[in-house]
């Protein structure tokens, strides 16, 4: 699979993510083989949270229990985990940010993570008590590097500001069909086209300019929080046309197309994927070594209704 190294950490990741929010209840044997389908493909990075399993790092836990990586094992994978989120606030403070990490540690039984993301932007944080908390589990060896989930630039720059810590990656929603994040661009300064709204201030041209990484989360839902779009002929017909004719030509799946329009674009954009089956994610992870034509990619952008002036 291709790999990025993301800047300014020398970690080289894979260009799909495994997610592993959904695994709080599957057993042992069968986390084991999502992990092993995963690292077959050429994933070799983990994505947590502190809230993904109903109750505080249940999924962190139950990979912990299952996997039980070796030392050699350990230093071939990327984990990250993110923070955060507390039932009804979101909480960028200090003391909360230390102990979900060593918290986070404790349940996926490392003594490290490689990647800490802030989860979504606490709009009380105070960017000092955020340096204090990186500052402290990076001398401890707790955590090597940091990043921010679902930030724009100015929330970024805010923290930037006192954070002597890189922030190198970005973790945001980013679709073929739900993709502002991309479309606004490509509309810009065109009054009255719903389109042209720039909904995250440049944000992929500002990590580009800046070396931070942008991971994408749920690369088949259709908006947010509405449902896929493959297999979608109500509302995507003509773009479920031209991923299936893709997927022909290419000898892949349609989930694997949908990863290859993501991947596809020079911002070396990763790709989280979230499913708990073994083939699905072996079928999903083919698509990083796609390279669509600029053709392909942009039939696939205006076959899901975005606008090409």
Known sequence: ????????????????????????????????????????????????ADIYGGERHACERRFGEAVRLSPAERESVVIQSKCGIRPGYYDFSTEHIVRSAEES???LRTDHLDL????????????????????????????????VSNHTPG????????VDRPLVVNQVQLSITHAPLVAAGLAANMAGVEQSADRDNGLLEYSRLNGITLQAWSPFQRDFFHGGFLGDREDHAELNTA???????????????????????PADIQTVIG???????????????IVLTRQEWYRLFTAAGHLLP
Do not use: C
């Open 116 to 147: 800490l993301l802030l989860h979504r932007p606490d709009t009380l944080v105070r960017p000092e008590e955020v340096a204090e908390a990186f500052d402290r589990l990076h001398r401890a060896g707790k955590v090597a590097h940091f990043g």
């Open 155 to 162: 929330q970024i720059e805010l923290l930037r500001r006192v």
């Open 275 to 289: 499913t708990t089956r073994p083939e699905r994610v072996t079928e999903a992870a083919a698509g990083a070594d």
């Open 1 to 48: 699979m291709k790999t990025h190294v993301l800047p300014n950490t020398g970690l080289t990741a894979s260009a799909v993510v495994l997610g592993m929010m959904r695994i709080a209840s599957l057993s042992d044997a069968r986390i084991r083989d999502l992990v092993a389908a995963a690292r077959d493909a050429g994933v070799n990075v983990f994505d947590h």
């Open 105 to 107: 540690l404790a349940a």
């Open 243 to 265: 991923i299936d004719e893709l997927a022909e030509h290419y000898g892949v799946t349609p989930a694997a197309i949908a990863i290859a329009w993501i991947t596809r674009h």
